[in-house]
């Protein structure tokens, strides 16, 4: 089976761009985590989503990142504009329910370099 | 509130040796469970182990061996008989039912190299 999937892998990009992540979690979950990991802050929780509705946001740092779930296998999240202390490895994680106790599988991460 | 505590930052040992993680965990909540993770340095996050908080038991898994201890709340993992592909970040997490947050709390990890 295939585990969750994210796109690009690797990106640079320069101050003030765009940036759009994406994922694709296991079939058959119902619930997608968007996670940040950084040497200073460790692994910090961005947003879930529970049966595509977003549940808990609080974790975005501001307005500059967004998240969507159009549907349920497939998931982006925006940062506009970027910056460098944007920078970081961002993972994305799915589980089969909508508790937080279930077992979150991750993604291999996308490696973000803002110069 | 919950946490999670990795003291150990970095351990070396040297290949066929044992090894012991250390994690500490605090919560409130009466339910919760607890996970290992494994960080390759291919960057990925390998699922270990999820243990709930009625489970004392200790569990085996090869040369993985996973003590739970609620009396000092501490869910320590061990490799038996390390291997050089055993060189990884190692995150302890938990995860409370009755908070209403639907996530993980990591610890900060404990990167153990095995010396061939």
């Known amino acids: 089976d295939a585990g969750v999937i994210q796109s690009p892998r690797h990106e640079v990009t320069e101050m003030g761009q765009e940036v759009t992540l994406r994922c694709k979690p296991i079939s058959g979950h119902n619930s997608l985590f968007w996670y940040r990991q950084t040497m200073m802050r460790g692994l910090e929780l961005l947003i879930y989503f529970n049966n595509n509705v977003p549940i808990d946001d609080s974790g975005m740092p501001e307005d500059r990142f967004s998240a969507k779930m159009p549907n349920a296998s497939f998931s982006t999240l925006k940062i506009q504009p970027s910056e460098p202390r944007d920078s970081a490895v961002y993972f994305c994680a799915s589980s089969h329910g909508t508790s937080g106790t279930d077992t979150q599988y991750f993604g291999p991460g996308t490696r973000l370099t803002v110069l | 509130a919950q946490k999670v505590t990795q003291a150990q930052t970095e351990i070396s040992v040297v290949e066929k040796e044992d090894v012991t993680l250390d994690c500490v965990y605090e919560?409130?909540?009466?339910?919760?469970?607890l996970f290992w993770y494994k960080q390759p340095p291919s960057g990925e996050l390998v699922f270990l182990i999820r243990?709930?908080?009625?489970?004392?038991q200790n569990e085996i898994s090869g040369r993985y061996s996973w003590n739970f201890q609620k009396s000092t709340s501490s869910f320590n993992f061990t490799i038996t008989a390390s291997q050089v592909v055993d060189s990884a970040v190692y995150f302890c997490?938990?995860?409370?039912?009755?908070?209403?947050?639907?996530?993980?709390?990591f610890g900060t990890g404990t990167r153990l190299t095995v010396i061939p």
């Open positions: 919560t409130r909540d009466t339910t919760y469970y």
């Open positions: 243990r709930n908080s009625f489970d004392e």
């Open positions: 997490a938990l995860s409370a039912f009755q908070t209403g947050a639907n996530n993980l709390f």
